[in-house]
């Protein structure tokens, strides 16, 4: 349970008596500090438009967490791609045919709610697997007639806590050809997972057969970026080019095959599997991964104390190491090691 972060007591027991009065309920002893931050505003806070940026992203977050909780054992694929794609395009139909063939495996599917690579992708896995995460724009953006009149749909008034959801819901990011917006969303999954602030998950970017959207922007990745030594080698392994839907399927299967979940506990990183490693994967692990485990090497785990909140990944076989936190384009090699064996 997290601290109070104030130690004012007469304001501690009032806010324990509102939460009471509520009726109480989950994570009560956050909810208390965010009421406390929140009166703190009374006196920090000033201009009256930076109070309502922050009303509003409170708002909006626990509008969104609300809406994905029931689905939260389920997997989900988020689809980025322009508005202006028209359906006879090929990459409007390639939407279609991914969506179509990852809800087939049990994944629903995450976009924009607007037109363009948004509808097919809705077009293909269906209301029923899709959720739509539309945003108020100066000239009005109504979501596409698919998801329009579907509860799994929320309008967001800022682009930062839509990306939020987009991401902190995903188990895969698939990018089609697009405009500032589909960039700006591909590099900001890449930037979390470069730096540890978001999971690691399969980013695929998806082109036409014989396309070179995809192409031309990783050669510019490779003749700017890293020769300019700007990014590193391993950094490239965290996306991954696809000419045609079945292969991004493919792709994003193939990173559950083994792999479940992982999280930190204190200077550990746990690795939840499917499948046991044997004595000599883990030795082979600890050997090729050398250069980014510090401390405990890779060994087979049981469950942490501190994973006691994750239900549902408590009976999974798990190795915990010392990683070093830098290198997740290596701890994403590490992952796919593991659903080779």
């Not at 930076?50 to 809406?67: G, K, N, P, Q, Y």
């Not at 097919?120 to 109504?142: T, Y």
């Not at 990011?173 to 540890?196: I, K, N, S």
């Amino acid at each position: 349970m997290d601290k109070p972060r104030y130690i004012d007591v007469e304001l501690h027991h009032r806010i324990q008596e509102l939460i009471a009065y509520k009726g109480g309920g989950a994570n009560a002893d956050i909810v208390e500090d965010v009421i406390s931050n929140a009166l703190k505003l009374l006196t920090d806070v000033q201009d009256r438009g930076d109070a309502r940026v922050i009303r509003s992203t409170v708002r909006e977050l626990r509008h969104a967490f609300r809406l994905f909780a029931p689905y939260g054992n389920r997997r989900k694929v988020t689809i980025f791609g322009s508005a202006r794609t028209r359906p006879e395009h090929p990459e409007y139909q390639q939407a279609v045919e991914f969506a179509r063939e990852i809800a087939d495996a049990g994944f629903m599917v995450i976009t924009g709610a607007g037109p363009g690579i948004m509808q097919a992708g809705h077009e293909g896995a269906g209301p029923d697997m899709s959720f739509g995460a539309n945003i108020r724009l100066p000239w009005e953006q109504s979501a596409n007639p698919i998801i329009e009149n579907d509860k799994k749909l929320i309008t967001f008034k800022y682009f930062f806590t839509r990306k939020l959801t987009f991401i902190r819901n995903a188990d895969a990011v698939v990018l089609f050809p697009g405009g500032f917006g589909t960039m700006d969303e591909g590099f900001e999954a890449l930037t979390l997972m470069q730096t540890g602030k978001g999971r690691l998950m399969p980013l695929v970017l998806l082109d036409r057969p014989n396309g070179t959207y995809w192409k031309t922007w990783d050669k510019n990745n490779r003749e700017h970026l890293l020769r300019s030594q700007l990014v590193s080698q391993d950094d490239l392994t965290l996306y991954h080019i696809a000419e045609t839907p079945k292969e991004a399927v493919r792709f994003i299967t193939r990173f559950y095959r083994n792999f479940h979940s992982m999280r930190f506990v204190r200077d550990l990183l746990v690795i939840r599997l499917k499948h046991t490693p044997t004595p000599s994967a883990i030795e082979a692990i600890n050997e090729d991964f050398a250069d980014i485990i510090t401390g405990e090497p890779a060994c087979v785990s049981g469950p942490t104390p501190e994973e006691r909140e994750d239900n549902d990944c408590v009976n999974f076989p798990r190795i915990t190491l010392g990683f070093d936190r830098r290198q997740y384009g290596r701890l994403r090699q590490l992952i796919d090691t593991l659903n080779s064996l």
